[in-house]
Structures are given as C-alpha cells and as structure tokens.
C-alpha cells in the first residue's frame, strides 16, 4: 500500500526535510498531479526543550484535519542526532498508526552500518551487566524500541554487531588496505560502481605506471608511522578483467609494497568468472592472495544475459572448480535477490547450485536501483517503468531472503557482515554469510569505521577514524580515469595530508591502541 499526495509541504523553523524525506521514501508516501488520496500534507515538527513534537496537517475535497505525536530525548544520546531520530520515529508512527501504512522491518533505521550503533552502544556499557556479559536481549528491545524495527531484524543486527567485536577491536595501529582497479569487461544493468569497460592496452599502459606510484606512496605513509597492515583487499571494477602480464605486474606490486609478516588477509576480487584464467589464479597462488570471490549473482542464464553479465551458468562452475582446485584459499561467491524477471522458486534454485560448490562464505545482495545505474536510468524515463523489467515486489523479496536465512543457517553458515542501501528491494539488507573461521577481516572492518582504511588507485577512498572526536578523515581518488591520471600527485598529497592531520609528519606520534574492549 502507498499514500499518494498532491503537494507535500514542510513547516517550521527546521524542515528537517532530509530525516522526513526518509521516512516518506520507505512507507512509499509520494507526491502524483493525479490520482492522489489527500490534495495536501502539510509537516510540522517542533523542539520544545526535551521534548520533539510532529503535527501532520491533512486536506482533501476543502475539509482538514490535524494529528500530532511527540517524544522525549534520550539523555545517553547526542542531542542532534536524538531530534532526527525522534523526528523520523513521530512521523513512522504517524504515517502507520493513523493512516494504515504497512510497517517495513528495518523501521526508521536507515544508516548503511547500523551495527556500529550496537557496538557504541557496548562501548559506553549499554547492555553490558556487572560481570561483563553482554545482554542481548535488552539491546534487541532497545532497537525495537528506539527504531521500530520488526524483533527478528533487531536480533540479526544484534548477532552481528557481537560476532564483529573481537575483528573490529584490534588496536590502532592495524590497518588495511585497499587498492582500486578500474576496468570490468561489460557493466551490468544494476552497477553502480566507478568502473569502465576494459579500454585499450594503450591505456591500461598508462595506468599502471599511475597505480604504481600511488601504492608506493601509500606504502611510505605506512611505513613513516610504524603502522602494520593487516588486510589487503584488491578490488574495483574487476581486477581480473586486467590482460595476464599487467595483472601479474599490479599483483606484484602490491604484495612487494604491502605484504608483510602481519598481514592475515589478502583478498582479490575476481567477480567475473569470464576474468579468471589459471595464468592468473597461479599469480594469485605465488604472491600469497588468501581469499577470492567469484560471483554468479544468479544461476539462470536468461537473467545473466538480461543484465549485461555476458557470462555463462558453465563460466561461474568452471571458474569456482579451478579455483578450488589451487589450493586452500577462502572462497565468497554473491547472489542478488530480486533481479529482473526472478522469484522465489528462481531464487531457490540459484542458492541450491551455489551451495552443491561448497563455498567458504556467501553474500545475499538485495538489488538496490543505484543512481548512476543503467537500470536508474532507465527507469527515470517516462517511457519504462518497473513493470517492464518484471522486478519481483517487496513481499517477494522478502520470502527470498527469508529462505536464504533458513537455508544457510540449516549449512552451518553464520551472518558475520551486514550494510544497508537507498531504493533496495524489500527494504532488507545486504548480508555476507560464512562458515567458521571463513570471515572477511576487511569487509568487517570497512563496515566498522573502527580501522584505518587506506586506499591507492582510481576511486579508492581513505578513511583515518578519529574516534575521540566523533569525526572520519576522507580523502577520495578520483571516479573517472583520466582524472586520475592526470591529478595522481594530487590524489597522493591530500591522502598524505589527512595522515598528517592525525598522525603528524613522520613516525607515529600519540597512536592510540585501545586493545580489545569485548
């Protein structure tokens, strides 16, 4: 169910138009010129010291009429943060108490990494007794209570928020790195990603002597702070789209400038099983590479030729039995639910075909229609709509997912990562599943912001953490390639001045390492 309006307005002397935007955006509350259930709503929200108040004015045919909630800040939280929060929960409550709409299970919790609010939590001794355990159920309650999700998303965030801790609190001085390869061989209909189609060698030319000088740059501010690497994660785009000598040389480049004896994680993602060559498997076998993910996204060859995979059924199998055969590496595989044209039964069959393979760790992707996607394109045409790409609804999506929970946990897989997105099918989650002692240090630690995350190469992000002051130093590498190209140095000196924001200029100076504090 949804609520069509002709004209929404926002009232007062702070909109808050962001926080409201959200709530309106999942309850499917949204603005048509005809057809509409109410000619006007009308927002109004208010602070009256401690205490946050939400009126919805209504019209319809000339009548009116007023509804109004309130709530009261937590005095733990931040207050900024609170007024948002209670914003959002006073109009969810409003939107699906008053006017019948259908609640979603996450609530108002809309953040990508809603675990790191438990683990703040745990931090500052929120649902942790005398003893030092850990009481589970009263943090559920508290996220049921403060966000309004359904009890089995609480307890799912809450069981990996906890299995998380001991990655996340590591010490200071680990840090991981990433390095981004921009080139995958077509782009997919949902892909959202900085990456191009493979150019030519002329230009793969010109980028390594690029990539190159920013690993070995990124590898100095490493080494002047005293800091040790813990995982490397070489990702993109599709690093194995590269032709064999360039990946053999970006491969080496990489191990030489980051491996180390305290490295416990070195990760390639393959992604596409049309990219992975025994040539390069061996490369990756030679230089230490500990962990790979190949991905089929689905097992239907009418949905891989739909979305631009240009890969076969066959591809994924023969690729995932080849790497298998190399050696005891960890393996991830990816399927998305909720691609055009599938349903549950279509789902049940994918997940089944991937499991007959015995991976090490499986990533259930809900489809998210990404601004900068061939499919939000497409769909911003007035021309299409979701009809024609046959996407299966939200309640669809949801029993896939449910099944996906079912089944790995009857395989002993255990949810260890989790993130959110904007405009994802069935308003779920992305969740990566492994069996014991196969989980993804770095995908933990990316999503936990606790760690420094380095990053070298096109669109690759760093990202220091300042935890004493509630901030994270950025510094971005440019999306588009011949940006990067040409401003490389550019890239470099701002990436060595946010490290010198927190760290000063040489050795480390005032690193904290605040050990383990589960």
């Known amino acids: 169910m949804s609520l069509k309006i002709k004209e929404i307005t926002f009232r007062g002397e702070n909109d808050f138009s962001k926080a409201v935007g959200e709530v309106l955006r999942s309850l499917k509350v949204e603005t048509v010129k005809e057809g509409a259930d109410f000619d006007g709503l009308e927002i109004f929200n208010e602070i009256v010291g401690k205490k946050i108040i939400t009126r919805l004015k209504i019209s319809a045919g000339g009548a009116e009429g007023c509804l109004k909630k309130f709530s009261f800040v937590r005095p733990d939280e931040r207050f900024g943060a609170e007024v948002n929060r209670l914003v959002k929960k006073n109009l969810y409550r409003l939107l699906v108490e008053d006017f019948g709409l259908a609640a979603v299970p996450y609530g108002i919790l809309h953040g990508v990494r809603p675990t790191k609010i438990i683990q703040r939590w745990i931090r500052e001794g ?210 998305i639910i909720g691609l055009p044209g599938e349903r549950l039964d279509d789902f049940k069959f994918s997940l089944e075909k991937v499991l007959e393979l015995e991976p090490d760790d499986v990533t259930i992707h809900a489809l998210a229609i990404k601004r900068g996607s061939k499919l939000q394109t497409r769909l911003s045409d007035e021309l299409n709509t979701l009809e024609d790409f046959n996407l299966p609804d939200d309640s669809e999506v949801r029993k896939m997912s449910e099944h996906a929970t079912k089944i790995l946990r009857g395989k002993n897989f255990y949810p260890y990562y989790l993130y959110r997105q904007g405009y994802m099918s069935g308003q779920i989650e992305n969740v990566g599943w492994c069996r014991r002692g196969a989980e993804g240090i770095y995908n933990v630690q990316i999503m936990g912001e606790r760690q420094i995350i380095l990053g070298a190469g096109a669109a690759a992000s760093t990202k220091i953490p300042d935890h004493a002051a509630w901030k994270i130093h950025t510094a971005f590498n440019a999306k588009d390639l011949k940006t990067y190209l040409r401003d490389v140095e550019k890239y470099i000196a701002r990436r060595e001045k946010i490290f010198e924001q927190v760290f000063g200029g040489g050795k480390a100076n005032g690193v904290r390492d605040e050990g383990r504090d589960d």
């Open 126 to 335: 929120f649902g942790v007794t005398s003893q030092g355990v850990i009481d589970r159920d009263k943090i559920c309650r508290r996220i049921i209570s403060d966000f309004l999700t359904k009890r089995a998303k609480a307890e799912l965030l809450t069981e990996v928020a906890l299995r998380q801790l001991p990655i996340i609190n590591c010490g200071e001085k680990k840090i991981s790195v990433y390095v981004g390869i921009p080139f995958c061989k077509t782009r997919c209909l949902y892909c959202s990603f900085p990456s191009n189609v493979l150019p030519a060698e002329k230009i793969i030319v010109d980028f390594m002597p690029a990539l190159t000088r920013d690993i070995e740059a990124a590898a100095d501010a490493i080494n002047r702070r005293g800091l040790e690497v813990q995982t490397i994660y070489i990702g993109g785009g599709t690093p194995t789209a590269l032709p064999e000598k360039f990946f053999a040389e970006m491969i080496e480049t990489v191990h030489e400038n980051f491996h180390g004896a305290g490295v416990e994680e070195f990760t390639v993602e393959c992604g596409r099983p049309d990219t992975i060559s025994p040539e390069k498997i061996s490369v990756m076998k030679n230089f230490g590479v500990t962990r790979v993910s190949v991905n089929p996204q689905t097992m239907h060859q009418r949905t891989l030729d739909f979305i631009g995979r240009l890969h076969t059924v066959e591809d994924f199998v023969r690729a995932f039995k080849e790497l298998r055969a190399a050696g005891d590496w960890k393996i991830n595989t990816d399927l």
